[in-house]
């Protein structure tokens, strides 16, 4: 049985973020976010967050925004307040439409994969629902949320 990890960053610390990664034995960061250059996310900026993870912890990094959320989805909820229950069927329905568990590189899951994205807690994140979404298209695929 292979395994799928999470991440968020916020609320971590750099070195909280790569020893959580290390312990886990992460061999590829998954990055999932829409915006991945953002100034609020400090360490975990796309450059920056490459670099870091290849030099301190030997984990290959990649992007892979066809996982993250529609703009239009992404603001209804962040800008606009929406709900939660809303993000997820808005989301459920994006990924439906793009065919995004059915494009994902399986060579992603080879080794010991992490989705990354900001928010610290997997309950109201995305992230959660891209790993229960590829575990429900592979078999064997158990799902573990670093926090």
């Given at each position: 049985?292979?395994t799928?990890?999470?991440?968020?960053?916020?609320?971590?610390?750099?070195?909280a973020?790569?020893?959580?990664l290390?312990?886990?034995?992460?061999?590829t960061?998954?990055d999932?976010?829409?915006h991945?250059?953002s100034?609020l996310?400090?360490?975990?900026?796309?450059?920056?967050?490459?670099?870091?993870?290849r030099e301190?912890?030997g984990?290959e990094?990649v992007h892979?925004?066809?996982l993250?959320p529609?703009?239009e989805?992404?603001?209804?909820?962040?800008?606009?307040?929406?709900s939660?229950?809303d993000?997820e069927?808005?989301?459920?329905?994006v990924?439906e439409?793009?065919?995004a568990?059915?494009?994902f590189?399986r060579?992603?899951?080879?080794?010991?994969?992490?989705l990354?994205?900001?928010e610290?807690?997997p309950?109201?994140?995305?992230r959660?629902?891209?790993a229960e979404?590829l575990?429900a298209?592979?078999p064997?695929?158990?799902?573990e949320?670093l926090?």
């Open positions: 049985m292979s799928i990890y999470t991440i968020g960053f916020t609320r971590k610390t750099a070195e973020f790569f020893t959580l290390r312990e886990a034995g992460v061999t960061l998954v999932i976010r829409l991945n250059r100034q996310a400090g360490f975990a900026k796309q450059d920056d967050l490459a670099w870091l993870a301190l912890a984990i990094y892979v925004p066809e993250a529609s703009e989805l992404f603001d209804s909820f962040k800008r606009q307040a929406g939660w229950e993000f069927q808005g989301f459920r329905d990924m439409q793009r065919g568990y059915e494009r590189d060579a992603l899951l080879r080794g010991r994969p992490c990354l994205c900001s610290a807690a309950e109201h994140c995305h959660r629902l891209v979404g575990a298209t592979e064997g695929l158990r799902v949320h926090e």
